[in-house]
T-cell receptor, first 114, second 117 residues
Framework: DAKTTQPPSMDCAEGRAANLPCNHS???????VYWYRQIHSQGPQYIIH???NNETNEMASLIITEDRKSSTLILPHATLRDTAVYYC???????????????FGKGTKLTVNP | KAGVTQTPRYLIKTRGQQVTLSCSPI?????VSWYQQTPGQGLQFLFE???????NKGNFPGRFSGRQFSNSRSEMNVSTLELGDSALYLC????????????????FGSGTRLTVV
């Protein structure tokens, strides 16, 4: 089962920041938070990931609370092309090379409105 | 840089038949995973291969199988197709942490849309 909880849907106005929350209250110390998004009929697209520090890349920012029980993905200036289902995933990464898999929940359907 | 390539994009099969789907990962990626996506169950993990070895398997019946070749290309096979196997099958590749000791995301292909009639 997915270890994350997300709201099923959100709306955002074009040009405004989209803040997508995720709860992962049972996260373990060696588990990373990953965000992917899936635009209709395409494969999921990697956005960003983090362990405990806030992260930023060209697509988004990831804010992780100090207790690591929740996080927020921020799209600073949402466009119509950001309309997609956003998945928050908790994933164990084994540097020793153990098996890796993603457990997807239902995600948040973000609709960016003109 | 070429992305993850899945073939075919669309497929229609009859119940009872078998099907083979193909995935070519990004050059240099040795980890390949397969996922099934349906409206009811969402995205579910099928299996993951690394260096021609299956490292992990999801909760699917034995009709679902896969393999990986020495060039990291992977195939998955579904035998005795059922109507419920109709789904989008996604392949994802990754530069595994076992190789780089860094953490990477997965890159997904566009998927194969399988319809069983």
């Amino acid at each position: 089962d997915a270890k994350t909880t997300q709201p099923p849907s959100m709306d955002c106005a074009e040009g405004r920041a989209a803040n997508l929350p995720c709860n992962h209250s049972t996260i373990s110390g060696n588990e990373y938070v990953y965000w992917y998004r899936q635009i209709h009929s395409q494969g999921p697209q990697y956005i960003i990931h983090g362990l405990k520090n806030n992260e930023t890349n060209e697509m988004a920012s990831l804010i992780i609370t100090e207790d690591r029980k929740s996080s927020t993905l921020i799209l600073p200036h949402a466009t119509l092309r950001d309309t997609a289902v956003y998945y928050c995933i908790v994933r164990v990464d084994s540097i020793q090379g153990g098996s890796e898999k993603l457990v997807f929940g239902k995600g948040t359907k973000l609709t960016v409105n003109p | 840089k070429a992305g993850v390539t899945q073939t075919p994009r669309y497929l229609i099969k009859t119940r009872g038949q078998q099907v083979t789907l193909s995935c070519s990962p990004i050059s240099g990626h040795r980890s390949v995973s397969w996922y099934q996506q349906t409206p009811g169950q969402g995205l579910q993990f099928l299996f993951e291969y690394f260096s021609e070895t299956q490292r992990n398997k999801g909760n699917f019946p034995g009709r679902f199988s896969g393999r990986q070749f020495s060039n990291s290309r992977s195939e998955m096979n579904v035998s005795t197709l059922e109507l419920g196997d109709s789904a989008l099958y996604l392949c994802a590749s990754s530069l595994s942490a076992a190789v780089s000791h860094k953490i990477y995301g997965y890159t997904f292909g566009s998927g194969t849309r399988l319809t069983v009639v």
